[in-house]
């Protein structure tokens, strides 16, 4: 299993300002991914991130309003660009749990609250 | 393309009876199917998951759920709720190409005493 902590845990900003929020994993993965979860909705994958690579953006999200980094095997960072309402949701990091190259089980950072006012 | 479906946005039980959340799945290959937990300000936690082989997997506190192929479900069971358990579910299935998991978009448990 991985331990999985985010900073920070929640936020409250004004539109028109960014954030950037860090995800730090207990051990080495290659692969990071980043979810939204809208107020009662579902978890949507923003992007998955590889060291030392750009990150690879699901449809309807853009590297410019969604900015990540990957500088190493266990850390990351999503940056929310030029805030609006509209990005008021919970912010998810995770990591795979299996060694294989087949799908297995993520384990989940406990998740960035962001409100945008 | 994949997709998961939760056809019940909220279920409300009884402390001590019994608990099946539903999900069905679309998947052209063996899918790898899993349950995660999200309590009230968490993150996700696996429940249990699906890959091949026994049809009924047995997960953490207590619950279990049975890959039926004929039916593309994998429904989630308990036999005895705890008010412990009320939360978020979420179905997922995992996919081979691109390693992409998709979530159902969750049953909100309550549980009632």
């Known amino acids: 299993s991985a331990v999985i902590s985010q900073k920070p845990s929640r936020d409250i900003c004004q539109r028109g300002t960014s954030l950037t929020i860090q995800c730090q994993v207990d051990?080495?993965?290659?692969?990071m991914f980043w979810y939204r979860q809208q107020p009662g909705q579902s978890l949507t994958l923003i992007a998955t991130?590889?060291?030392?690579?750009?990150?690879?953006?699901e449809s309807g999200f853009v590297i410019d309003k969604f900015p990540i980094s990957r500088p190493n095997l266990t850390f990351s960072t999503l940056t929310v660009s030029n805030m609006s309402p509209e990005d008021s949701s919970i912010y998810l990091c995770?990591?795979?749990?299996?060694?294989?190259?087949?799908?297995?089980?993520?384990?989940f950072g406990p998740g960035t609250r962001l409100t945008v006012t | 393309a994949q997709s998961v479906t939760q056809p019940d946005i909220h279920i409300t039980v009884s402390e001590g009876a019994s608990l099946e959340l539903r999900c069905n799945y679309s998947?052209?290959?063996?899918?790898?199917l899993f349950w995660y937990v999200q309590s009230p300000g968490q993150g996700l936690q696996l429940l249990l998951k699906?890959?091949?082989?026994?049809?009924l997997v047995q997960g953490i506190k207590g619950f279990e759920a049975e890959f039926k192929r004929s039916q593309s479900s994998f429904n989630l069971r308990k036999p005895s709720v705890h008010w412990s358990d009320a939360a978020e579910y979420f179905c997922?299935?995992?996919?081979?190409?691109?390693?992409?998991?998709?979530f159902g978009a969750g049953t909100r448990l309550f549980v009632k005493a």
């Open positions: 997922a299935v995992g996919s081979t190409g691109g390693f992409k998991t998709i």
């Open positions: 995770s990591v795979e749990g299996g060694a294989s190259n087949l799908p297995s089980e993520q384990y």
């Open positions: 699906y890959f091949s082989g026994d049809t």
């Open positions: 991130a590889n060291q030392g690579s750009e990150a690879t953006y």
């Open positions: 051990s080495q993965v290659t692969m």
């Open positions: 998947y052209g290959a063996t899918p790898y």
